[in-house]
């Protein structure tokens, strides 16, 4: 692993994010990094996921839906959603101060707002359902991987939604416009495009850059991003129906034993 982030390292010195048709960690433009994804890995939450996105590690938990407080907060017509995003001091090179700053604030907001077209809020008046996001290693695109992981931990607490929601981004890294930027694309590159959307629809429910892009780079871009989103949805999909089969074979087990 050193000796790749020193190739990385002498290559952006160099100012090359491509060479010889591919991206320095190997991958093509439209290719994701693997992702690994555990479903309901936290004994004392309703909901949890852990999920991975090449060197990102993420662990989403929810709570509720449950009564809201203070109560003066309470929406008498539907349940109040609140998102929490956090970096662990260790999660970064350079530690970073514990507790909330700006960019987890703006984090948190928009991650929740991406929720908002999905979640049946209606169906739990006065109640709060809480999700809380803590990212335990980065190498950029935490957000996206927050996003996932959080709607992979409301599908196993059992909120009702619409649909998941999948999350990729997009970038741009010596001119080329290529799918799910790691740390070294991020910090070196031309634009970062981040997107959630619900995949079977088609609905996006997330969408910011940073950089610039043409109108033909964004469009290609965007497509990318969707169909990515559509893969991801699968793995999750698939993550999701193993737990619970898992869970429903070890229930007909322990019937037939008490049986």
């Given at each position: 692993m050193n000796e790749e982030r020193e190739k990385e390292e002498e290559a952006v010195e160099k100012r090359e994010l491509?060479?010889?048709?591919?991206?320095?960690?190997?991958r093509g433009f439209e290719e994701l990094r693997p992702i690994k994804i555990e479903v309901g890995v936290l004994k004392r939450a309703d909901g949890s996921c852990y999920f991975e996105l090449g060197e990102n590690k993420v662990i989403a938990a929810v709570y509720g839906?449950?009564?809201?407080?203070?109560?003066?907060a309470q929406d008498a017509k539907m349940a109040v959603v609140k998102f929490r995003y956090n970096m662990a001091p260790f999660s970064v090179d350079d530690r970073k101060r514990p507790g909330p700053d700006r960019r987890s604030v703006e984090v948190s907001?928009?991650?929740?707002?991406?929720?908002?077209?999905?979640?049946?809020?209606?169906?739990?008046?006065?109640?709060a359902i809480e999700v809380y996001v803590e990212i335990l290693q980065s190498d950029a695109g935490t957000r996206t991987a927050g996003i996932n992981a959080a709607s992979v931990a409301l599908a196993d607490a059992g909120i009702p939604m619409k649909d998941l929601v999948s999350s990729v981004a997009v970038g741009k890294i010596d001119g080329q416009v290529v799918l799910d930027l790691n740390g070294t694309e991020d910090n070196h590159g031309e634009a970062d495009m981040p997107i959630a959307m619900v995949a079977r629809t088609n609905t996006i429910t997330l969408l910011q850059m940073d950089g610039h892009l043409t109108a033909e780079e964004f469009g290609r871009g965007l497509k990318l991003a969707m169909g990515a989103c559509r893969q991801i949805y699968e793995l999750q999909r698939a993550a999701l129906i193993e737990r619970f089969s898992s869970s429903s074979n070890s229930g007909s087990k322990s019937e037939k034993r008490g049986e």
């Amino acid at each position: 692993m050193n000796e790749e982030r020193e190739k990385e390292e002498e290559a952006v010195e160099k100012r090359e994010l491509i060479k010889d048709g591919k991206r320095l960690d190997g991958r093509g433009f439209e290719e994701l990094r693997p992702i690994k994804i555990e479903v309901g890995v936290l004994k004392r939450a309703d909901g949890s996921c852990y999920f991975e996105l090449g060197e990102n590690k993420v662990i989403a938990a929810v709570y509720g839906p449950k009564e809201m407080h203070p109560r003066h907060a309470q929406d008498a017509k539907m349940a109040v959603v609140k998102f929490r995003y956090n970096m662990a001091p260790f999660s970064v090179d350079d530690r970073k101060r514990p507790g909330p700053d700006r960019r987890s604030v703006e984090v948190s907001k928009v991650s929740r707002e991406a929720f908002e077209p999905v979640i049946m809020r209606e169906f739990y008046p006065k109640a709060a359902i809480e999700v809380y996001v803590e990212i335990l290693q980065s190498d950029a695109g935490t957000r996206t991987a927050g996003i996932n992981a959080a709607s992979v931990a409301l599908a196993d607490a059992g909120i009702p939604m619409k649909d998941l929601v999948s999350s990729v981004a997009v970038g741009k890294i010596d001119g080329q416009v290529v799918l799910d930027l790691n740390g070294t694309e991020d910090n070196h590159g031309e634009a970062d495009m981040p997107i959630a959307m619900v995949a079977r629809t088609n609905t996006i429910t997330l969408l910011q850059m940073d950089g610039h892009l043409t109108a033909e780079e964004f469009g290609r871009g965007l497509k990318l991003a969707m169909g990515a989103c559509r893969q991801i949805y699968e793995l999750q999909r698939a993550a999701l129906i193993e737990r619970f089969s898992s869970s429903s074979n070890s229930g007909s087990k322990s019937e037939k034993r008490g049986e």
